[in-house]
């Protein structure tokens, strides 16, 4: 079994401000530090099954249109990474700005969109 890393991870905020995720790029963590997916340079963010759930904004804040876009293809994920070990304190979260109705917040709203690698609805079948 591998050691969990301490790479400095940047914090992602829900729209309460709560602190749900850490990125270490690429890759997205949750609080417990178990990988859930990994973002692009252009910051569409990807679940550890290559499904496409949102983008990463500047707050940052993972986002989605409310709609599921059925246009964008599975990518192959990156390698696995280390499990991290996340900060036992982090900053205030900055101030948020307004949703419109058509985007969510995926990790306050959505957040079985970005399942660990061991779970998921849209995991394939093992037959």
Same mark, same amino acid.
């Given at each position: 079994m591998q050691q969990p890393t301490t790479t400095q991870a940047l914090a992602i905020y829900t729209s309460l401000g709560? *602190?749900?995720?850490?990125? *270490?790029?690429?890759?997205?963590?949750?609080? +417990?530090?178990?990988?859930?997916g990994w973002v692009t340079a252009q910051r569409e963010v990807y679940s550890v099954h290559g499904d496409y759930v949102g983008w990463i904004s500047k707050e940052p804040r993972l986002?989605?249109? +409310?709609? +599921?876009?059925?246009?964008?293809?599975?990518?192959?994920?990156?390698?696995?990474p280390q499990r991290i070990v996340p900060p036992s304190s982090m900053r205030l979260a900055p101030m948020m700005s307004e949703l419109s109705y058509d985007t969510i917040d995926i990790l306050q709203d959505e957040p079985e969109r970005l399942p660990t690698i061991d779970a998921g609805e849209l995991r394939p079948d093992m037959d």
């Open positions: 709560d *602190v749900e995720g850490f990125l *270490v790029y690429p890759y997205l963590h949750n609080r +417990r530090g178990e990988w859930i986002l989605a249109k +409310r709609t +599921r876009p059925y246009d964008k293809p599975k990518s192959t994920p990156p390698p696995m």
